[in-house]
């Protein structure tokens, strides 16, 4: 069974900057694409980043291209999301997954962006 152990959130000010983390274990994790989800209140779960199995090609929806980096390292079965120039908008419970197969979730981790 894959469990996925998101970290890293908490509450910052506009133009800020925050590092996720997520570990992953049960799965041979670098034979998988792997992406960053966030849920905002009331609204679905999307994707905003991806990032292929060998950190070659990486994907950002519009909204973030530029402020957020999505890494990976294979050795450490981790996937992380550096945050920069964060809006209040950002606001969310972000989540780590596979793209495809989307395995059962985490707990995710809580983003607050406010002044």
């Known amino acids: 069974q894959v469990q996925l152990v998101e970290s890293g959130g908490g509450l910052v000010q506009p133009g800020g900057s925050l590092r996720l983390s997520c570990v992953v274990s049960?799965?041979?994790?670098?034979?998988?694409?792997m992406g960053w989800y966030r849920q905002a209140p009331g609204k679905q779960r999307d994707m905003v980043a991806s990032?292929?199995?060998?950190?070659?090609?990486?994907n950002y929806v519009d909204s973030v291209k530029g402020r957020f980096t999505i890494s990976r390292d294979n050795a450490k079965n981790t996937v992380y999301l550096q945050m920069n120039s964060l809006k209040p908008e950002d606001t969310a419970v972000y989540y780590c997954n596979s793209v495809s197969p989307i395995w059962s979730w985490g707990q995710g981790t809580q983003v607050t962006v406010s002044s």
């Open positions: 990032i292929t199995r060998e950190n070659t090609y990486r």
């Open positions: 049960g799965s041979t994790f670098s034979s998988y694409a």
